[in-house]
């Protein structure tokens, strides 16, 4: 909790113009946001803006507009290093999202660095994307996966991640905070443990980014990923940070334009950081996007925005707690920017129907967190999730037409 | 929600809390899983036959209620009707999801989810069931192909 002051609504919602508009016969009450968030007129603008005035490729023109089309890409790779305060904007490597991110990591440092024999830690409750792409490489390289359960209110074991931490594991991968469950994961705690035996941390930062203020050298972590449409910003845009001399060493992920030094009919050498990770044309208006987004929350400040989802969060939880027969699920004391929850007899998907009849959108599934949903015993869960544009007004409305829901399911 | 009421209808809410023809069918011909692993609706139809005559279907599963009521509906809609009649009803059924449209004479009670296919992410809830009743009756084509 950060003793920063709350931002007001009233002057945050008019930056966001698609918040505007009616559902259900009235206004639209977005709470889907780990899903992806809406944008801010800055972001809207500077992509329109890059695309009216300075779209060209980047990196090998000669000519004046591709210099400014270079530096306004460039600027974006500074703005996400000191978003995140990467000492070196380097280890800053644009990808299409989290995903791609992790997948980098997963192909190029996994199926190079790992063999039978090795262990990969995660938790049960990450994300598919941070969980398939370890499948893929324990299946190419014969290594192994080992799963931090959770605990008893929860939140992640952490005598259980000690044990499972050994000198055989190589890298330990676990979200910064869980998508389904918003519990923000003792991150510190497991990095120690994971550093005692040699291990490398990756952390996948698609929730926290957009929620809390990070700092990749404070955390001790040798990756984090994270997404630029979660954050305020476009789609088709993330951010993989990594530590450069385990950069370094890695192979290309993807081959192609933009990543090669020379090229020859026997073989190629590689661009250095960070361009050897990005082939082809990169993502160069999204890339805008995403700074004009970090520009906007920076200026608003992380510790408010964190103060401003963790009071909504905390609303949340008390009202829809006070809702006879709802079930909250994930760590009371850690959860945040995120809400799971049951109610008795109705089924998540029917409630999620019910609430947007009521012009609410919220979340029903699995959450892509499959393996969770059989920990928690659970086929889905209902979710509702939150960002600084979010008001107590729309989580009473999001109470009320739960209970409505229930009352018209149940017959009560 | 006033308007839910046209896809939660009240035979729809009916079905959906007294189930019809839930449980097991110990004497079964031939039974089918119907999985939707991406919202874990589950329905498991069983058949028996006699002949070309489905002489009793009974369903298990848990989900939502369009899913479960979709189930019960069926089996109330089937039970003792013809193999090729039933047949018949699951290609008019499936194509009432895809239009909406489907003749109240031919379709019966089974019109009730007529407006499910304006909620497109729900039109395979519907279907879970006649998926399953389908693979139960291919079951039997293998069966009797064989013999």
Redesign the interface.
């Known amino acids: 909790m950060t003793s920063a002051a709350p931002l007001d609504p009233a002057d945050i919602r008019p930056d966001f113009p698609l918040l505007d508009q009616q559902s259900g016969g009235q206004l639209l009450a977005y709470l889907d946001n780990a899903a992806t968030s809406q944008k801010p007129l800055a972001v809207i603008e500077a992509v329109e803006g890059y695309y009216r005035h300075t779209n060209a490729n980047v990196h090998r023109g000669i000519y004046e507009l591709a210099n400014r089309s270079t530096e306004a890409f460039e600027g974006a790779r500074q703005k996400a290093a000191e978003f995140i305060n990467a000492s070196d904007w380097h280890s800053v490597i644009f990808t299409s999202g989290t995903t791609e991110a992790i997948n980098l990591v997963a192909y190029a440092w996994g199926r190079q660095q790992l063999g039978s024999g090795d262990e990969i830690v995660l938790s049960v409750s990450e994300h598919h994307s941070n969980l398939v792409p370890w499948q893929l490489v324990a299946k190419a390289t014969g290594a192994k996966l080992r799963y931090i359960p959770l605990g008893e209110h929860q939140g992640l074991d952490l005598e259980a991640a000690a044990q499972l931490i050994n000198p055989r594991t190589k890298l330990v991968a676990l979200g910064h905070q869980s998508n389904a469950l918003g519990n923000v994961n003792p991150v510190a705690q497991i990095t120690a443990l994971a550093k005692n035996v040699g291990a490398l941390v990756l952390l996948d930062g698609a929730q926290s980014a957009p929620h809390f203020p990070v700092d990749v050298q404070a955390l001790g972590c040798d990756f984090y990923a994270f997404s630029g449409h979660k954050l305020l910003g476009p789609t088709g845009i993330g951010v993989l940070w990594g530590r450069r001399e385990i950069l370094e060493e890695m192979d290309p992920f993807l081959g192609g334009g933009e990543m090669i030094h020379t090229v020859t009919l026997e073989g190629s050498t590689w661009n250095e950081l960070p361009w050897k990770f990005e082939a082809g044309t990169p993502k160069i208006a999204q890339a805008v996007g995403l700074g004009a987004a970090m520009d906007y929350l920076t200026a608003l400040g992380m510790d408010r925005v964190q103060r401003t989802i963790d009071d909504l969060s905390d609303y949340a939880a008390r009202s829809l707690g006070e809702i006879p027969g709802i079930t909250l699920y994930g760590d009371a004391d850690t959860r945040s920017g995120a809400l799971s929850f049951a109610m008795k007899g109705v089924h998540p998907h029917d409630m999620a129907q019910l609430l947007d009849q009521e012009g609410i959108a919220v979340r029903a599934g699995h959450h892509c967190t499959q393996p969770l949903m059989q920990s928690l015993g659970v086929a889905a869960t209902t979710r509702a999730s939150f960002q600084i544009y979010n008001t107590v007004e729309e989580i009473d409305r999001l109470a009320a037409a739960i209970r409505k829901a229930a009352a018209f399911m149940l017959g009560a | 929600?006033s308007?839910?009421r046209d896809?939660?209808q009240q035979l729809i809410?009916d079905h959906?809390?007294s189930p019809r023809n839930k449980g097991p069918l110990p004497d079964a011909d031939t039974t089918a899983q119907g999985r939707n692993?991406?919202?874990?609706?589950e329905v498991d139809v069983a058949l028996k036959f006699d002949g070309n005559q489905i002489v009793d279907i009974k369903f298990e599963g848990?989900?939502?209620?369009?899913s479960q009521a979709s189930a019960s509906i069926m089996t109330t809609v089937l039970k003792g009707d013809s193999v090729s009649h039933a047949r018949d009803l699951l290609d008019k059924f499936s194509g009432m999801m895809v239009t909406g449209k489907g003749s109240l004479q031919q379709l019966g009670k089974l019109a009730a989810l007529a407006d499910v296919h304006k909620?497109p992410?729900?039109v395979k809830?519907a279907m879970l069931s006649w998926r399953a009743m389908e693979a139960s009756l291919e079951r039997r084509t293998v069966a009797v192909s064989t013999e």
């Open positions: 929600m308007d839910m896809l939660y809410l959906f809390k692993p991406l919202c874990g609706d848990t989900g939502c209620a369009i909620y992410a729900r809830c």
